[in-house]
């Protein structure tokens, strides 16, 4: 089987060159390997995505002169296959409705802050404090038919003790070097979200479900999204999906060294090329010369 990769942008803004380097290198490494490329649209947030974006996506793609295999996946017009995939860790008993609403949560974590220091994500944000887990079955039953807006999460405790030692193959290297065989460690990010009231999926649901289904071999992506990875390998254990490579890649970053945004405009893909750029001149900007 070839492998397969994929560059999974998220349409919610145009691209600068920290995409180009990320859909370069999977290009590139697609070629070398003689594998297939796919291009997936992260559009699940529809309050930030929009199409005009994917529309311009397509072609910056083209102008810096990849191609990529057809159809293009469309996370929401997958809905479906998310809800199963939670269907499923529901039915293990991991999944709980949590009822507070972000400036509660806030609040709550605040009052434990007072108390010492409280552990936060590899991301920096506070975990959740795990208050809606204990909640009796009756009322979780009256809040859900109360209408109040909820957020499903994963017992990261309990899925932890289904599938221990998990481990990933990382072709790439992590933050602070890792390569090689790495310890996942999702217990680092607390009882993660993993789909809303109104919305079926999360970031990480979705991309497992994807990776699995589009028989993804080898995912690169930037090293913002490594520790990630352990939150990934937790999900594919728990529904039984195949194990992807990983190959995270260092980061694009401005003059001040920070990482780049998509209202970064200095390193838009647009507005270099505006600029008179060309894409073997992005190629070379990003060190792919
Ligand atoms: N959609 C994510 C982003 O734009 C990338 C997801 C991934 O590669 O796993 O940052």
């Not at 999977?26 to 297939?36: I, L, Q, T």
């Not at 009256?142 to 994963?154: D, T």
């Not at 060294?257 to 200095?266: N, Q, V």
Request: glycine content about 10%; aromatic content about 6%.
């Amino acid at each position: 089987m070839p492998p397969v990769f994929r560059f999974a942008p998220s349409p919610n803004g145009l691209l600068h060159l920290g995409h180009a380097y990320s859909a370069l290198l999977n290009f590139d490494r697609a070629r070398e390997a003689g594998g297939r490329l796919l291009l997936r649209i992260e559009d699940i947030d529809a309050t930030r995505c929009r199409p005009e974006y994917e529309t311009a996506i397509d072609e910056d793609l083209a102008w810096l002169g990849i191609a990529w295999q057809r159809p293009v996946r469309r996370q929401s017009e997958h809905l479906a296959d998310y809800r199963a995939a939670l269907d499923k860790l529901s039915a293990l008993g991991l999944v709980y409705p949590a009822f507070e609403s972000r400036a509660e949560i806030a609040k709550l974590v605040a009052a434990r802050e007072a108390g010492g220091p409280w552990p936060r994500d590899p991301d920096g944000a506070p975990l959740y404090s795990g208050e809606a887990k204990s909640l009796a079955a009756e009322e979780r039953a009256g809040l859900i038919a109360s209408g109040v807006p909820y957020a499903l999460r994963l017992d990261m405790d309990a899925a932890c003790r289904r599938v221990a030692g998990l481990t990933w193959h990382e072709l790439g290297d992590g933050p602070d070097g890792e390569h090689g065989v790495v310890a996942a460690r999702p217990e680092a990010w607390g009882d993660v979200i993993l789909a809303r009231k109104e919305t079926p999926t999360s970031y990480h649901l979705s991309v497992v479900v994807d990776d699995a289904l589009q028989g993804v071999s080898e995912v690169v992506r930037g090293q913002d999204l490594f520790h990630a990875s352990s939150v990934h390998r937790l999900l594919q254990a728990l529904l039984g999906l195949p194990e992807p490579a990983y190959r995270h890649h260092a980061l694009i970053r401005d003059s001040e060294g920070r990482k780049l945004s998509k209202s970064s405009r200095s390193t838009g893909l647009r507005e270099l090329r505006d600029a008179g750029a060309s894409p073997a001149g992005i190629r070379r900007l990003v060190g792919l010369g």
